[in-house]
């Protein structure tokens, strides 16, 4: 199946500072990708979809402001966690589906801490 | 909110068939179903998907009723490493992904 990497695989930063964490499709075009949060022992939740080249779609509650998204290529796409505050300490995936493809590929995820 | 009801647990002992089953009984026609699996820890994997008809590939078959208001993914020869949760997802084809609570199966020696 078709691979997706982020990185950083964790981090840890201190409250207020803001957090880059990269998505990358790497043998295939991902022209649409999607960013998940999960919390301990709950299940994902989306929250935006971009398409490469276009501004990116939250969901209903998501700060857009906050969690900004760039998908500037087909391979890769960042999201970046602005101000970050403990609440934000979580675990972020990505997911990137092609242009031939039915389902989303998920990336391994990255673990935000914030103190 | 997801439109798919799962059991929140299952056990199934190694070398024996996992049935896991997943209602969706407000599944729109375009609306294909989608299963994943989520080791601890890691990202989402994807599994099977299907429409109507039943399919079947190297991980798992995916059975759908004929009304579409239910399905089962059957993994025919449960390992321990398939212990994970389960999601059963509804969507059109390429759609988002909403995901459910899912089944947790703990896949036992």
């Known amino acids: 199946g078709a691979v997706v990497s982020q990185h950083p695989s964790w981090v840890i930063c201190k409250s207020g500072t803001s957090v880059k964490i990269e998505c990358r499709s790497l043998?295939?075009?991902?022209?649409?990708m999607f960013w998940y949060r999960q919390f301990p022992k709950q299940s994902l939740m989306l929250m935006a979809t971009?398409?490469?080249?276009?501004?990116?779609?939250?969901e209903q509650g998501v700060e857009k402001d906050k969690f900004l998204i760039n998908h500037a290529s087909l391979t890769l796409s960042t999201l970046t966690v602005t101000s970050a505050h403990p609440e934000d300490s979580s675990f972020y995936i990505c997911?990137?589906?092609?242009?031939?493809?039915?389902?989303?590929?998920f990336g391994p995820g990255t673990r935000l801490t914030v103190l | 909110d997801a439109k798919t009801t799962q059991p929140t647990s299952m056990d199934c002992a190694e070398g024996r068939a996992a049935n896991l089953p997943c209602n969706h009984s407000?599944?729109?026609?375009?609306?294909?179903v989608y299963w994943y699996r989520q080791i601890h820890s890691q990202g989402p994997q994807y599994i099977i998907h299907?429409?109507?008809n039943n399919e079947t590939n190297e991980m798992a078959s995916l059975i759908i009723t004929e009304d579409r208001k239910s399905s089962t993914l059957i993994l025919p020869h449960a390992t321990l490493r398939d212990t994970a949760v389960y999601y059963c997802?509804?969507?059109?084809?390429?759609?988002?992904?909403?995901f459910g609570t899912g089944t947790r199966l703990q896949v036992f020696p």
């Open positions: 997911s990137a589906r092609g242009a031939s493809h039915n389902e989303q590929f």
């Open positions: 043998d295939f075009q991902a022209t649409t």
């Open positions: 971009s398409n490469e080249g276009s501004k990116a779609t939250y």
């Open positions: 407000t599944i729109s026609g375009n609306e294909y």
């Open positions: 299907g429409l109507k």
């Open positions: 997802i509804v969507s059109p084809l390429t759609d988002k992904l909403i």
